[in-house]
């Protein structure tokens, strides 16, 4: 009995495990170099028929504008909702920064093909940059118009249907203080700030103000963009402005002062800003909205 079970043992030992190691796995079905071609044609092919009929719904969009809708065809709300609704569902290797500059093409040729219109772009502030952040958003099919200041860009705008400017939205020394012009009822306005899509490594990083006439239904409202004409202006009204919105100054030697170009972020509010000026010891003279555009979308770090 004894060796009956030892010889059991001794099986169940070394004999089992030897048949399960000795079992082959089920064959994996690797696809070929020519078949993986094949697909990607495949959909290469999907998305340049997509694309056409993305312009014959242009083509009747164009014709139901004819009767149902007049004025610019820039729609800021509904391109911002667009870039969101990208950016949350976009993963995988395809670089975010790829898929942003194609879709911001995509938006931009449309648009011209609906109503032709040009970029002017103020390149006080460098050459390069600028003609970077315009090629990104707007592709090589909009015209380019360069021009050595924003007083330049703003007056082009003023004088077209609906041309766009780009303006650097920071102070730069010679660009003065361009914002007043959009003070009138009758002139442009500041329709978005580019970047949209906010991130540190962005190839496109220089931020502007985008100024053009839009109409109003189609703005988005989410930060307020105000001309202000402050008296008193110095480093405490400066600090207690800039810890409430993002605040461009220059000096202002017809008011003593300076005339500010505020953005006030969603949720704040102008008197707040207003209070903080005056409580640091500057004198409000005057404020004007100017404009306004979408909250800028922070990418979380893994989407980076």
């Known amino acids: 009995m004894f060796n009956v079970f030892f010889d059991f043992a001794h099986r169940l030992t070394y004999q089992w495990p030897r048949d399960i190691v000795m079992t082959k796995p089920p ?49 800021p709300a509904r391109e911002a909702d667009m870039m969101r609704r990208l950016v949350q569902r976009h993963h995988g290797i395809l670089p975010l920064d790829t898929a942003e500059g194609i879709w911001r093409v995509i938006i931009a040729t449309f648009t011209h093909v609906q109503a032709p219109f040009a970029v002017h772009a103020d390149l006080s502030a460098g050459d390069a940059l600028m003609r970077d952040s315009a090629r990104f958003h707007f592709g090589f099919t909009v015209p380019f118009v360069p021009h050595m200041g924003a007083a330049g860009v703003v007056a082009a705008v003023s004088d077209s249907k609906g041309d766009l400017g780009l303006v650097p ?115 409000v003279r005057s404020s004007t909205l100017v404009g306004s555009h979408a909250t800028r979308y922070t990418v979380p770090a893994k989407k980076s």
């Open 27 to 75: 064959a994996i079905d690797v696809p070929s170099l020519a078949e993986l071609r094949k697909d990607i044609d495949r959909i290469d092919e999907s998305m340049h028929n997509l694309l056409m009929e993305r312009g014959e719904i242009i083509n009747r969009l164009i014709a139901t504008k004819k009767t149902q809708e007049s004025g610019s065809a820039f729609r």
């Open 169 to 283: 939205a920071f102070a730069t020394g010679a660009a003065g203080a361009w914002w007043t012009a959009l003070e009138f009822e009758s002139a442009p306005k500041i329709i978005a700030r580019l970047p949209f899509v906010d991130r540190a490594d962005h190839p496109a990083a220089l931020p502007v103000f985008v100024v053009s006439r839009a109409a109003p239904d189609s703005m988005v409202r989410e930060v307020e963009v105000w001309s202000i004409r402050v008296s008193g202006w110095g480093a405490a009204a400066a600090r207690a402005a800039a810890a409430l919105a993002e605040v461009i100054a220059m000096p202002d030697r017809a008011f003593d002062g300076a005339a500010l170009l505020i953005s006030v972020p969603a949720g704040g509010k102008l008197d707040e800003i207003t209070s903080a000026l005056v409580k640091a010891g500057a004198s």
